[in-house]
DNA sequence: TTCATAGTTCGATGATAGTCGAGTAATTTT
DNA sequence: AAAATTACTCGACTATCATCGAACTATGAA
């Protein structure tokens, strides 16, 4: 009988540890031992055995800088895969408040690897695609005559994106709007631009993105977006006094 | 911290028994767990265990006609996570001639969730498309005023299919092949044409396909369509004499 | 009824693998 | 140079879980 190659890595992120560990490298950023090993509450021997399996199985690769070693998801297809395993699995009730709020962070808006996914995500594409900017096509989303410009104008190199192997725009189906948001290198661009921008920051300690309120005025500005107004400042500034967020 | 729920899932998929049976299932059928058990090649009995797992995972669901239960797949998001996974697996190297022989079975021909995949299910495709009796149209296939009346006569109850609420022929990309076959009803209705016809057959304990003498035949007239020659009887008599395929 | 088949539940067993303590190596700081 | 930091390797312990034999339920056939 032939096993499935996918039991390899499938159960690389089958344990409770690695999962928490990748989660954080989700955000995209490459991310030293010592900090994964915080973040899953284990010890650094544990993690260091953990991280090199995540690597011989090609979910990770590393980088040594000095005596720091750097991990981080080896592409972004990892990504994907975790963002299509969370689209199956089950919502796990929350316990404390600050969970609750975690999670309502989480749903708004979080990276997904290195572009932007959640309720924000989901309605920028809608609009994108509303305002006939975006097409999809297959896996991918294409660019009209009009979007070529608006990009342009949004301060997004469009040649340089196309010169690299990166897909150019694609489908990443997103776990909490259970709909498509935008991932490949336009994604990317975007995201990039928007921290650029300071219309967006991340939370620290998590994925979870948080809208400022220039972010706010300027997607409804550009983007003609309104956004629900149920993650409102009010939250933002509990998840603040909790400590989930620095002020 | 939130304990990411994609750990339950991940490890569900994550061991081999459990895993070859979802193989199994995404061929898209609904087995009994008989059948299952036999694929994973364990006991009814660890079977059973399994199964009640990934139904309270939610990857599976099943309904009991008389004795037997059938299990299937929960949705095809299920199916999505799995394509996901297996495009980040590395691909084993193969150790047995039998195995090499499974794998080449599956990369020319098999199923994809209910529609034919593969080497032949691409073939197909591409005949369509330069014979003009489909065309693309975005993320689905249209047919021409001549594949109308083509696939008409191959059979197919195309008023049939479009009173249906499924989407009529959706492109689905080919994990082996790295290009489109087609999804949706009317790729599952030509597959259930083609196995009607008895042009292709179900390789017991997989999800792969085995093309007929009459199928080869069937497709050259019909189709006009070539087969490679590299998938040959000759590899197909050892798939028999080996027990992979019932003579 | 009697027998056979399909599937499950329970309990015992055995192997896998996650965990951490101790020790080692390399780099930065004092 | 010594101390502190970062990370890895090895070995032992332990808990989890896949597995299967045995017993049980339910459906279908003779």
Redesign the pocket.
Known sequence: MMIPNIVEVA??IG????ASMLMCLLGGKSL????L?RA??????????????MVEGGLLV?ES???????RLANSEVGQALEALNAIAPQKPVRSLRESDESRALHFARTCYDHLAGEVGVAWIDKMLQLVLLKEQGRNFVLTAEGEQWFGDFGIDLDGIRGGRRHFARKCLDWSERRYHMAGALGAAVTSRLFDLGWIERIPGGRAIRVTDRGFRGLEDKFGLTLSSDFSTDLQRRLIRNGFVEG
Do not use: F, M, V, W
């Not at 800088?65 to 991990?71: A, C, D, K, S, T």
């Open positions: 159960s690389l344990d409770a540890s690695r030293p031992a010592n900090e090993a899953a509450r284990i010890t650094p021997q544990t993690a260091s055995s953990h991280l090199a399996k590393h800088y000095g005596r720091h070693r750097y991990y």
